[in-house]
């Protein structure tokens, strides 16, 4: 059974950093690229990071970018994403998602994903 599990989230201060983690067990993911998505009260899931297993690249959203950086660990089939410098408008419920190879829709879209997990929340103070 596939399993997505997501730890890590918590409250921190605004300018401060957070580190939150996705163990992924069940299948191999060596040709899936795995993803961070976040959603707050009232919007839409959103894009957020994207990297392949091989770690060749990494991709962000605007939003984030040069403030969040995604990593993995392939022996711990683990990814990771470091927040640095956060703001209010980051809390939200941050989600990891597994896209298999055979998607052909974008990976910033939600329904590339063939697996998710069940999210953590992340609260910016001001």
């Known amino acids: 059974q596939v399993q997505l599990v997501e730890s890590g989230g918590g409250l921190v201060q605004t300018g401060g950093s957070l580190r939150v983690s996705c163990a992924a067990s069940g299948r191999t993911f060596s040709s899936y690229i795995m993803s961070w998505f976040r959603q707050a009260p009232g919007k839409e899931r959103e894009f957020v990071a994207a990297?392949?297993?091989?770690?060749?690249?990494?991709w962000y959203a605007d939003s984030v970018k040069g403030r969040f950086t995604i990593s993995r660990d392939n022996a711990k089939n683990t990814v990771y994403l470091q927040m640095n410098s956060l703001k209010p408008e980051d809390t939200a419920v941050y989600y990891c998602?597994?896209?298999?190879?055979?998607?052909?829709?974008?990976?910033?879209?939600?329904?590339?994903?063939?697996?998710w997990g069940q999210g953590t929340q992340v609260t910016v103070s001001s």
């Open positions: 990297i392949p297993w091989s770690g060749t690249s990494t």
């Open positions: 998602a597994a896209r298999s190879p055979r998607s052909q829709a974008t990976i910033r879209r939600t329904d590339a994903y063939d697996y």
